[in-house]
């Protein structure tokens, strides 16, 4: 077993690594891929971003087997839109602790990662969009044209939450503007409002209506613990504070990753409520097809996918090419030292003949 040696502070690093207010805590560089595996055992300032979605990861893993025992998860296409949903919270899961866990490797490696993370999040906000459009939906909507480009409108989203964030990781460098933020959460908030619409609509109705279900309280608290996750991803709070003292424990990263947890408990809290009370309304609808829940996931992984490759080759290009740059820099300034030294060993034996000639004279 290759274990990674003790973790480093902020000036033994490259920049692209820096965290802001985060000063002690993070891994070397170019060890082999084990070792990265193997630090989720170490201590260090990425592990609690691993571990806090790698218990989310069982948790979804969990009620997903809980759940093929109550429902007909793959031969109910009325059930397909459930089964979408909990494929892309395990995705999700998994990019986003394999992104916090190897990202450290190389530059190359940390931007790649981060890609994928941003991938698994577009693809989180198409199943969610999934989720709800299918079974938290208001009578109302049926047929209307949010209902009816539901899941189109989430694709394509799904996918401009990719190209976005990425463009964000790979458009500045560290100390990052407050503009990368926007890039980040401009996308993310877009695709938010589009999937929580039928929730809010139907707590909105209640007002009117009348009509109380039991899940509301859950979808409430999901929408609560995503509100305060954006607040901390956003907010660089408390390190900022005490640049430091919440390198390990109690991170803004790490605290906006529990919220994210908790979301997705509450979405499975409330989702499970709406399948077992019958409020769903799905069999008022068209039956899910094997397009439109399986082949639209398909075409989104594919379509993340082909984005990550894509800037992947355009980002190695250019750390190429800055490689190459930073290696003629070094040529050039080595061959005029060397050229330097030569010119002032000439002028000392100049002088000196002219001295020995005055002597002679
Ligand atoms: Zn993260």
Not at 209 to 224: C, E, P, R, T, Y
Request: proline share 4%; hydrophobic share 45%; charged share 15%.
């Amino acid at each position: 077993m290759i274990f990674l040696p003790p973790a480093l502070d902020k000036d033994e690093i490259p920049i692209l690594f820096h965290e802001p207010y985060v000063l002690t805590g993070f891994r070397p560089l170019h060890y082999p891929w084990t070792s990265y595996l193997l630090s989720i055992f170490q201590w260090h300032n990425e592990l609690l971003n691993i571990w806090t979605h790698l218990l989310a990861l069982i948790m979804v893993l969990i009620r997903a087997s809980v759940w093929s025992t109550e429902f007909s998860l793959l031969s109910d296409p009325f059930m397909w839109p459930l089964s979408v949903g909990i494929i892309t919270m395990i995705i999700l899961y998994i990019c986003s602790s394999g992104a916090h866990c190897l990202q450290n490797r190389s530059e190359v490696v940390h931007y790649t990662c981060f890609m994928c993370d941003y991938a698994g999040i577009g693809l989180y906000g198409f199943g969610s969009t999934m989720l709800h459009y299918w079974y938290c939906l208001h009578e109302d909507l049926l047929g209307s044209f949010s209902h009816q480009f539901a899941i189109p409108v989430g694709a394509v989203l799904a996918v401009i939450v990719c190209i976005c964030c990425t463009i964000s990781k790979t458009k500045y460098k560290r100390p990052y503007p407050f503009i990368r933020r926007v890039w980040q959460m401009s996308s993310v908030f877009a695709i938010y409002v589009w999937l929580i619409f039928p929730i809010w609509y139907r707590i909105w109705m209640y007002y009117h209506d009348g009509k109380w279900s039991s899940s509301f309280k859950n979808h409430i608290q999901q929408m609560l613990w995503f509100t305060v996750g954006g607040f901390f991803f956003g907010s660089d709070v408390p390190q900022r504070f005490c640049p430091g003292l919440f390198d390990i424990i109690g991170h803004s990263h790490q605290i906006f990753h529990m919220c994210i947890f908790m979301t997705t408990y509450e979405q499975m809290n409330a989702l499970y409520l709406e399948l077992t009370d019958d409020t769903v309304i799905i069999h008022k609808m068209e039956e899910p097809t094997l397009f439109n829940t399986w082949g639209m996931l398909a075409m989104v992984i594919v379509a993340n996918i082909f984005v990550v490759y894509y800037f992947h080759c355009s980002v190695n290009n250019r750390l190429e090419q800055e490689k190459e740059q930073n290696l003629d820099v070094k040529n050039n300034k080595h061959m005029t030292e060397n050229g330097g030294s030569c010119l002032h060993q000439e002028n000392i034996q100049k002088s000196l003949v002219s001295k020995c000639k005055d002597k002679t004279q």
